[in-house]
């Protein structure tokens, strides 16, 4: 289902040409006029965005901010306050009340469209987080995260020392987090390394090859800085570059010349929601692992699976968007056992568990159910995306025969896979155990086949 973008302005000419543009871009556009209604579409229609103009009839853009942000413990839905002069207050103002960020009207397709983009994806990596870690806390395995803020670190990064040197003076006087200043190769060699900082923020002088393109996505690639939060600096003529670096996986833009109070401002923005995520992934990693783990493959064990797919079946459901289960089992299993041994058998049992990981999306859960069958829920993956995902898996489980005992004795081994979707809220007879059930029939399917195939149940597409 598109994702739902909430356009609140008082004047009518503002929301159209916002509800042509996003609706181009494959949004649905709800519309608001004034900031009570606003709060009304927000309780009724939960939209996955806001934008907002900074002056209402009864409210300002930042007052409807703070309003949509408060007690919403990080999962509030990301907010655009639309600026209509070049002013400094109203942006502060914004920024304090917690908005996402700022974009001076008119703004162009460009700038939009990268912003929004970001934004929606950044918001599902968060709200998949607090999915793993409410499933472990339903589980007896974890307590929610500690909101403790520790001291971070904030890497200032560019080829030109004067623009780092001013940044940090700013930064300093407005904040407790410990600052660096770094070349873009001091910034790569040290996150290679695993000293990576919390916050990067880039300059717009960055003298390497692909420039502060090439260097984000070179942080986002290592893994000391994958999870960093990263600004990227960019004067008003430079939207294509910034539209860009929010696509490579930059986290904001921070405008040039620099406002200090706007860089602090949204430096600490970014590093409260990578210290939160954080939290997230090690109350995760370290109260689940162990407990919900199968011990062969390192994937999650069918206890975990059970409990994840319920919360996410009533996730998608409540928000009408399709949900995907994979049955995969491996082909003629005994016979590998009988033919080559236990050992070699489990050795097979890691190689697909890896394969499914390795060609699955991030946002996909894979467990172990039992024997040599796997379970992988798919969020928001529709009949065709299914098709392409299970096609995918079993092209490349077959591709190679598996090396057994590290020795010139291939195993051929292949997969049938049975997938099911859940067709959203009209469908009473959805269940996450008849999910299972459909996706184990469309298995059989598979296998009468002449397997190393899928199927797709039917019911669902």
């Known amino acids: 289902m598109a994702r739902r973008i909430l356009v609140v302005d008082d004047i009518a000419t503002n ?78 103002a914004a920024l304090r009340a917690g908005a996402d960020e700022l974009l ?13 983009r970001s934004l929606l994806r950044a918001r599902e990596t968060h709200l998949e987080l607090i999915r793993r ?33 001013l940044w940090q003076a ?70 294509i570059n910034a539209a860009a670096a929010l696509d490579l996986g930059a986290n904001d833009i921070l405008p040039l010349p620099h406002d200090p109070e706007e860089l602090s401002l949204r430096v600490r923005s970014q590093m409260r929601r990578k210290q939160t995520a954080d939290r997230l992934r090690q109350a995760i990693d370290d109260e689940v692992r162990e407990a919900v783990r199968d011990p062969l ?19 998608a459901r409540s928000k009408q968007e399709p949900l995907t289960v994979l049955m995969v089992d491996i082909d003629h299993f005994k016979g590998i056992n009988d033919t080559h041994g236990h050992a070699s058998g489990d050795q097979v049992l890691r190689h697909v568990a890896e394969v499914l990981k390795d060609n699955l999306r991030g946002e996909s859960v894979v467990a172990r159910w039992g024997g040599e069958e796997f379970m992988a829920v798919l969020p928001g993956a529709d009949a065709s995306e299914t098709r392409i995902a299970a096609r995918r898996l079993c092209e490349a489980i077959a591709e190679e025969p598996f090396l057994s005992q590290r020795v010139a004795l291939g195993i051929s081994v292949t997969a049938s896979i049975g997938a099911a979707i859940a067709g959203g809220a009209g469908s009473a007879a959805n269940s996450p155990h008849s999910l299972v ?24 597409a």
Do not use: W
């Open 15 to 92: 929301r159209l040409t916002l509800r042509v543009s996003l609706a181009a871009m494959g949004y649905e556009v709800l519309q608001a006029v004034s900031a009570r209604e606003a709060v009304d579409l927000m309780a009724l229609a939960q939209p996955d965005l806001v934008i907002v103009s900074d002056r209402l009839d009864d409210m300002n853009g930042a007052d409807l901010c703070a309003q949509l942000k408060d007690g919403r413990d990080g999962d509030a839905a990301p907010v655009i306050v639309m600026t209509s002069g070049s002013g400094g207050v109203g942006r502060i």
């Open 104 to 116: 001076s009207k008119p703004v162009d397709d460009l700038t939009l469209a990268a912003r929004v």
């Open 133 to 165: 870690q409410s499933t472990a806390t339903s589980l007896g395995l974890s307590e929610a995260p500690s909101e403790f803020r520790r001291r971070g670190l904030v890497a200032l990064v560019s080829s030109n020392p004067s623009q780092t040197t």
């Open 170 to 239: 700013d930064l300093a006087r407005h904040g407790r987090d410990r600052i660096v200043q770094l070349t873009p190769e001091a910034a790569i060699a040290q996150a290679s390394d695993e000293d990576g900082a919390d916050v990067y923020v880039l300059g717009n002088n960055i003298q390497r090859p692909g420039g502060v393109l090439a260097l984000v996505s070179d942080l986002r690639s290592v893994g000391a800085s994958r999870y960093a939060a990263i600004l990227t600096a960019h004067s008003p003529e430079d939207k």
């Open 297 to 315: 493959t390192g994937l999650y064990n069918r206890r975990y699976g059970e409990v994840y797919l319920r919360r996410a079946f009533a996730q």
């Open 437 to 460: 059930e459909r996706a184990d029939q469309a298995l059989y399917r598979a296998k009468a086949a002449g397997r190393n195939t899928y199927a797709l149940d039917v019911l669902s």
